[in-house]
């Protein structure tokens, strides 16, 4: 047996415990990062329920309420015009209309 089949017999038997530990860590790294996703948004019965902003901001960056530019007309208006909307199966609740912040 002379050394490079030696160091090939030897890479042949720690190649499957490196591979292992590799997938191991990642394993344990992806649930780390899952946990983590799971506590940004606190569900009903979790302890400390209530809607807290971030550090002293309020929870909108603005504290108004966002309307998107293409629901302006050329004055800064709310439109008045139809839009296209889309509903899906089991939306069974009201339409919502923009209030006019004027």
């Known amino acids: 047996m002379n050394v490079s089949s030696h160091?090939?017999?030897l890479l042949e038997r720690v190649f499957p415990l490196l591979y292992a530990g590799c997938f191991l860590?990642?394993?344990?790294?992806?649930?780390?990062?899952m946990g983590r996703g799971f506590q940004a948004?606190?569900?009903?019965?979790?302890?400390?329920?209530?809607?807290?902003?971030?550090?002293?901001?309020?929870?909108?960056?603005?504290?108004?309420?966002?309307?998107?530019?293409?629901?302006l007309d050329a004055q800064g208006r709310i439109t008045r015009e139809d839009l296209l909307t889309v509903r899906f199966s089991g939306d069974n609740g009201e339409p919502a209309t923009p209030v006019d912040p004027s």
Do not use: M
């Open 7 to 9: 160091s090939l017999v």
């Open 25 to 33: 860590f990642l394993l344990w790294q992806a649930f780390q990062v």
């Open 41 to 71: 948004i606190p569900r009903p019965g979790d302890s400390g329920t209530n809607a807290k902003p971030v550090g002293d901001r309020p929870a909108d960056r603005t504290g108004k309420v966002t309307i998107h530019p293409e629901l």
